[in-house]
Each structure stands twice: as C-alpha cells, then as structure tokens.
C-alpha cells in the first residue's frame, strides 16, 4: 500500500475500499472483519422503534422480541 515518504492519493483510498467491498462480497477472506447479516440490521430497526414508541408513552418500557 503506502510506502515511506509516498503519498496515498484519494481515487487509491478508493480502489482498496471497493476491492475490500468486492471481496467480501465473493467471499475472500482478507482478515477484514466480518459483516454484518440482515439479523443485525432488523435487529437495530427494532431497538430504534422501541426507543421511539417508549419516548410516545412517556418513557415506559418497552419490550423487544
């Protein structure tokens, strides 16, 4: 990548961030960690709408499945 007394350009910053990108995607294993799945993302939408509705009710606690 960068060397001593040699400058990292930004289209250079870029192309590593889209072969990381495309590695994960095809599954290489660079040491990069892990992403994360579909469960996680739906998982934080829920805790956001719990917050959401527990501020609606006052701040009542509100249960997460």
Do not use: K, N, W
């Amino acid at each position: 990548m960068a060397f001593a007394c040699v400058g990292v350009t930004q289209i250079d910053q870029f192309t590593y961030q889209a072969r990381a990108f495309l590695d994960q995607v095809l599954g290489i294993d660079e040491g990069l960690p892990p992403v994360p799945t579909f469960a996680h993302g739906y998982r934080a939408m829920r805790i956001q709408d719990a917050i959401v509705r527990s501020a609606t009710a006052g701040g009542s606690a509100i249960e997460i499945d």
